[in-house]
């Protein structure tokens, strides 16, 4: 497999002046939960687990993917590992504090889930798998390579409430090393992403031919319940190692991010040059069009320096595009902005504008310290932009400052962050830390209500999460997942400027009416679920009420937002 590779008066005046100016950093929220996951049940020499993947549901249950070794416990579900690292995939009830139900999957080597994604009652999962054999509950996948290599895996649970169980799973890949990385689903259209170093590629019926080292791959897969089948996959890449971290998808609209090596990519029509004549990694952001059975690129960007630059984080809002990752050259230019390096590797948050045919960079924030930072998870609810990753030593993010728990340098602690989107630029509001004395890590980010969870991993004896403290029973600096959530009262904060609009019943089931107040201008409604997501879309009302179709919604709790402040709306 391939590496991825003083003076004083005038000094205290200045100091003072300085003080008055300089923009204040806003209070971060305290950590209000957090909790072990994938627990070992007994201290052997060796025992790590790790969450990979969050999701939520309408109803605000949390749904999580990682993976694990030997034997470990999830609520009241013991799970057992046939080898090395298996799959685990688990529902969690925040109101009860407790998991609900537990699945495991995989074979006697080294399986791994990536990535998760949620649609009503079903769940999906993402990832690769190195047995010649893996069993996904009923389904059992059989490795192309004989010998053992890494191949792509899709697979679905349904969630009938206190219990999972898996429902199909399918493969693709060749005889070399494939991965997935990420995954997403709109309606019964489940995309999946990642990188293949194969010289063919089967996604179902689509064949891909690697140019090189390892490409970019995106499939899409039509779920029809009780079976899938993909239905096309595309390649993107040159000769030398390019791959994909992170996709979102917005209607027939499919984003996909990463980095490329090449000295020159291709995406469709649009071909990227490495802006390192050597090559290195640079950041690239693509979008798809989804026509049914056939996806095509549209544009591309790309992003970077001389350096390294990675992107690992996409999330979609309307045409705005949010990218995170991290960047190591001294100067790295997102279109109109540069951003300058702190010392060794750095964060960046990005936003493009999507105009259709075109995407184009807006802002560009940077983050973190002289040592290795990282942003690894992103999302995002209206001009709110959340962030998740590591940092070590001292980071800055805008007006804050984290400092880790570790002595040593280098040590990594976890780190959350909110930054503002003004339109033409964004800044950092407030970032929050957690960890111990060894390495810690954000993996995941999903928002639910006023709810931000983080989940990860933590290598350290004991991980300080605010006042809440986290112990790791296992042996010889194991790691251990965790689950964790601080509360933003701004994700549904609205103002009071003017009368709100009815919304009505509410309850509903199949329909809703809106009542505009008098002098309201209307505009376009989006109904969105507990994850931010929009679920449907209704033209500007035509009058001073407007009728919601429902029909379809899976019961929860949902906002409309387009009418004034966003209003609640519960859907039974």
Do not use: C
């Not at 019961?555 to 966003?566: D, I, K, S, V």
């Amino acid at each position: 497999m391939k590496a991825f590779s003083s003076r004083f008066p005038m000094g205290l005046l200045a100091l003072l002046f300085l003080t008055l100016h300089r923009p204040a950093a806003a209070q971060a929220p305290a950590w209000q939960s957090a909790r072990a996951v994938a627990v070992a049940t007994a201290a052997v020499m060796r025992n790590n687990s790790t969450v990979t993947a969050t999701a939520v549901d309408a109803a605000g249950n949390v749904y999580l993917a990682g993976e694990f070794t030997n034997t470990v416990v999830l609520g009241g579900t013991t799970l057992t590992s046939l080898g090395l690292n298996d799959v685990f995939v688990a529902k969690f009830n925040p109101a009860s504090n407790q998991f609900v139900w537990a699945q495991r999957a995989g074979g006697t080597n080294d399986d791994r889930a990536t990535a998760l994604a949620v649609s009503g009652t079903s769940v999906y999962v993402a990832g690769h798998f190195y047995s010649l054999t893996v069993g996904f509950g009923t389904t059992t996948l059989t490795n192309a390579n004989s010998n053992g290599s890494f191949e792509v895996f899709v697979a679905k649970l349904t969630d009938a409430g206190s219990t999972g169980s898996f429902v199909w799973a399918q493969r693709a890949g060749g005889t070399e090393t494939d991965f997935a990385t990420a995954l997403v689903v709109s309606g019964t259209s489940v995309y999946v992403a990642g990188f293949f170093d194969s010289p063919t590629a089967g996604f179902g019926p689509a064949t891909l031919t690697s140019a090189g080292s390892y490409d970019v791959f995106v499939a899409k897969l039509t779920d029809a319940g009780s079976t899938a089948s993909f239905g096309w996959a595309q390649r993107a890449g040159g000769t030398g190692n390019d791959g994909t971290f992170a996709l979102a998808v917005s209607g027939t609209s499919v984003y996909v991010a990463g980095y490329f090596q090449s000295l020159t990519v291709g995406f469709g029509a649009t071909t990227l040059t490495n802006t390192n004549a050597n090559g290195s990694n640079d950041v690239y952001v693509a979008k798809l069009t989804d026509a049914g059975s056939t996806g095509s690129f549209g544009w591309a960007q790309r992003a970077g320096g001389t350096g390294s630059e990675t992107a690992l984080a996409l999330a979609v809002s309307g045409p705005s595009v949010y990218v995170a990752g991290s960047f190591t050259s001294a100067t790295a230019g997102f279109g109109p902005a540069t951003l300058t390096n702190a010392g060794s590797q750095d964060i960046f948050v990005a936003k493009l504008a999507d105009a259709g045919p075109t995407g184009s960079f807006t802002w560009a924030q940077r983050a973190g310290g002289t040592g290795n930072d990282l942003a690894g998870a992103l999302a995002v609810s209206g001009t709110s932009v959340y962030v998740a990753g590591y940092f070590s030593n001292v980071a800055g993010f805008g007006a804050t400052t984290l400092t880790s728990a570790g002595s040593r340098v280098g040590i990594r602690d976890v780190f959350v962050a909110k930054l503002a989107d003004a339109g033409s630029t964004g800044s950092f509001g407030w970032a929050q830390r957690a960890g111990g004395t060894s390495d810690d890590e954000a993996n995941a980010l999903s928002l639910s209500g006023t709810s931000v969870y983080v989940a990860g991993y933590f290598g350290s004896a004991t991980a300080s999460f605010s006042s809440i403290t986290l112990s790791n029973p296992t042996l010889n600096a194991s790691t251990l997942g965790f689950l964790a959530s601080l509360t933003d009262a701004t994700l549904t904060a609205t103002t009071a400027s003017r009368a709100p609009a009815a919304l009505f019943p509410n309850p509903a089931r199949r329909t809703a009416t809106l009542r505009l107040p008098a002098g309201t201008a209307p505009a376009p409604l989006t109904l969105t679920d507990a994850r931010g997501r929009a679920v449907r879309r209704y033209p500007a009302p035509a009058g001073s009420e407007a009728a919601l179709d429902l029909r379809g919604l899976p019961a929860g709790l949902y906002l409309l937002r387009g009418a004034g402040p966003a209003q609640r709306l519960l859907v039974e």
